[in-house]
């Protein structure tokens, strides 16, 4: 048994030790509007499944939520067109490339490595365009994260629009391999669109919190996601969630992660809790510098990794 103040004394070190070393990273610039965050922010909910809150920072600062929509959108093609058929478009395994590499696409596949990397994640929203507005995708969001304010950050996605190339280019190279059948503009504009939705840190905890219950919703009791989803799409986190650095994640701290280049971490302990960081300094691969190191120490702390075999529990 953990007492509350042993977890909120654990969460402070955490971001000291988070603190430490924003320094050595920076955000993302490629995406001009991102280039204005404010890089020394950051923050940490914790949302557990047996009805705690815990966080510290600035954790409810907006940002878009980039890459993490990837898993949202990855859940949404899982439970409408079933495993079998989104599998046959794009695989699952870790393609130890950069999150928008077109190389190994074009060399040595017929379908993407992952749904967690562009050319992935623009097949799922090939996929998705055909049967949901982005006002479906939106809402969506809104319920995992139980946050009806969720909404597309305009500058964003106007300032990504125009800076868009290469998204485009690897739209196109899925196109001309027969991968997408949707209109390339589309395709990207929707998945832009669900990149620019503008997320807090606790939004990443309560979607994590119903992905570590088994896609139930704690308030309500309502099944929002299936099991096989929630298995599915956690492995693929866990493996795939974090870039060409997802192998040495993994290891350090065992617990499925998605980063964003908006500078959020979406992490799932499951049967334990929902993690949700924002914090926009970025190391080499895009990962949120400070909150990959904080979570080692968590992990540590917490007793988080997948194969970690301590009892872990809150004491009020
Ligand atoms: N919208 C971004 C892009 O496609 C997402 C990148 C990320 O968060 O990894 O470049």
Request: with cysteine; aromatic share 8%.
């Amino acid at each position: 048994m953990m007492k509350s103040e042993e977890v909120m004394r654990i969460l402070e070190n955490a971001i000291r030790i988070g603190k430490g070393v924003i320094r050595y990273g920076s955000v993302a610039s490629y995406i001009p509007e991102l280039a204005k965050a404010d890089k020394n922010k950051l923050g940490i909910c914790l949302y557990t499944i047996d009805g705690n809150q815990f966080e510290t920072g600035n954790t409810e600062d907006r940002f878009t939520i980039q890459s993490i929509s990837k898993v949202m959108a990855l859940c949404l093609a899982l439970e409408t067109f079933g495993a079998e058929f989104v599998f046959e478009h794009v695989g699952v395994e870790p393609s130890g490339e950069a999150f928008n590499s077109l190389v190994e696409l074009d060399n040595r596949s017929n379908r993407p490595f992952n749904p967690m990397i562009n050319s992935g994640a623009i097949t799922v929203a090939s996929l998705l365009v055909n049967h949901y507005s982005i006002e479906d995708m939106q809402k969506y969001m809104q319920d995992v994260c139980e946050d009806p304010e969720i909404a597309v950050d305009e500058a964003v996605f106007q300032s990504e629009m125009a800076t868009c190339a290469r998204n485009k280019a690897i739209a196109y190279l899925l196109k001309s391999k027969e991968i997408i059948d949707t209109d390339v503009e589309d395709s990207v504009t929707f998945y832009t669109k669900m990149c620019s939705m503008s997320v807090n840190a606790r939004d990443l905890a309560m979607f994590g919190l119903l992905l570590a219950n088994d896609g139930v919703q704690l308030s309500t009791g309502k099944r929002l996601i299936s099991s096989q989803t929630v298995r599915m799409v956690q492995t693929i986190m866990l493996t795939c969630g974090m870039y060409d650095g997802s192998g040495e994640f993994a290891l350090r701290t065992g617990i499925p992660t998605k980063s964003g280049v908006g500078g959020g971490l979406l992490s799932v302990s499951k049967k334990k809790m929902g993690i949700g960081i924002y914090g926009p300094s970025l190391d080499k691969k895009g990962n949120c510098i400070a909150g990959c190191e904080l979570l080692g120490y968590i992990s540590e702390a917490l007793h988080l990794h997948i194969f970690d075999t301590r009892e872990w529990k809150v004491e009020e």
